[in-house]
């Protein structure tokens, strides 16, 4: 069923013209590339998520990795991101998540070249802009983040993120309180409307770590999305026990984590799985 309307936050749940949801998303960070140099490919993903009944893909609008690169002052940008919205919408039942910098993209020159293509008819293909992937690892400030998520909720109707949360540290490295903290840091009202989290890869509690983590997160006021939980091929560490991966899932959604990407090693570059 194609899901109608904007998608938008209701205290902690996700909520569209058809009601509330919880939205599972595929790892399809090498989207607009593929779209550029390798459609056919992309679009069998993409199809692929389509029979198994998935919600969005969580898409990167730039990264510098040699040979994938996704560089918004290709000519064509905006074309490329808006054909690709659509096709995974109107043709697929996909919403996007996309997140605008993955490497070292200005959030703000992102944010305005996304709102444009966003803003002309798109409002509704859309789950949510995430200004920066792992903002603790990029060349930007928080103040940069902050303006661009602010500027977002100004111009867009969409949920906004500004970044994962476990990045914390970097900017309250004595925090006793990391809950408050990250409200504080991550969710100001004018400039975030959506928590993003990567959680930990770990096997702790004789496995189960991951799964129980969502806890971690409970009933916070505002939706939250499990933005890169470990899963096949995944970095760090891999989960491909179908069971672990369920329950992963299912703590979210009890606790308020309702927004699930299945995240996998394909999805992250498009390369063929050896």
Same mark, same amino acid.
């Given at each position: 069923k194609l899901r109608k309307g904007i998608v938008r936050g209701d205290g902690r749940s996700f909520v569209d013209d058809d009601g509330p949801f919880y939205p599972l998303g595929g790892t399809?960070?090498?989207?607009?590339?593929?779209?550029?140099?390798?459609?056919?490919?992309?679009?069998?993903?993409?199809?692929?998520?389509?029979?198994?009944?998935?919600?969005?893909?969580?898409?990167?609008?730039?990264?510098?990795? #040699?040979?994938?690169?996704?560089? #918004?002052?290709?000519?064509?940008?905006?074309?490329?991101? &808006?054909?690709?919205?659509?096709?995974?919408?109107?043709?697929?039942?996909?919403?996007?998540?996309?997140?605008?910098? &993955?490497?070292?993209?200005?959030?703000?020159?992102?944010?305005?070249?996304? %709102? %444009?293509?966003?803003?002309?008819?798109?409002?509704?293909?859309?789950?949510?802009?995430?200004? %920066?992937?792992?903002?603790? &690892?990029?060349?930007?400030?928080?103040a940069q983040m902050t303006d661009a998520g602010r500027w977002l909720r100004q111009n867009i109707p969409n949920l906004v993120a500004l970044s994962s949360g476990e990045g914390l540290g970097s900017y309250a490295p004595n925090s006793t309180d990391w809950l408050a903290d990250y409200r504080r840091i991550y969710m100001p009202a004018d400039a975030a409307s959506l928590g993003t989290i990567h959680m930990d890869r770990g096997f702790g509690d004789d496995g189960w770590r991951v799964a129980r983590q969502p806890w971690d997160w409970k009933d916070q006021p505002f939706p939250i999305s499990h933005n890169e939980p470990i899963g096949p091929r995944s970095s760090v560490a891999e989960e491909v026990d179908p069971i672990r991966l369920a329950m992963l899932r299912a703590v979210g959604l009890i606790n308020g984590v309702e927004a699930f990407v299945l995240h996998n090693g394909a999805g992250v570059f498009g390369a063929v799985d050896p």
């Open positions: 399809l960070f090498w989207s607009l590339n593929g779209w550029k140099n390798d459609q056919a490919r992309l679009k069998q993903n993409l199809e692929f998520l389509k029979q198994h009944r998935f919600d969005y893909v969580r898409i990167l609008g730039e990264v510098d990795w #040699p040979g994938k690169e996704i560089d #918004p002052n290709w000519p064509d940008y905006s074309q490329v991101l &808006g054909q690709f919205i659509d096709y995974a919408y109107d043709v697929c039942g996909l919403r996007t998540e996309l997140t605008l910098v &993955g490497g070292k993209g200005d959030p703000m020159v992102l944010a305005q070249k996304a %709102a %444009a293509v966003i803003n002309a008819g798109r409002q509704h293909k859309i789950l949510d802009v995430e200004v %920066a992937n792992e903002s603790y &690892g990029r060349q930007l400030t928080l």
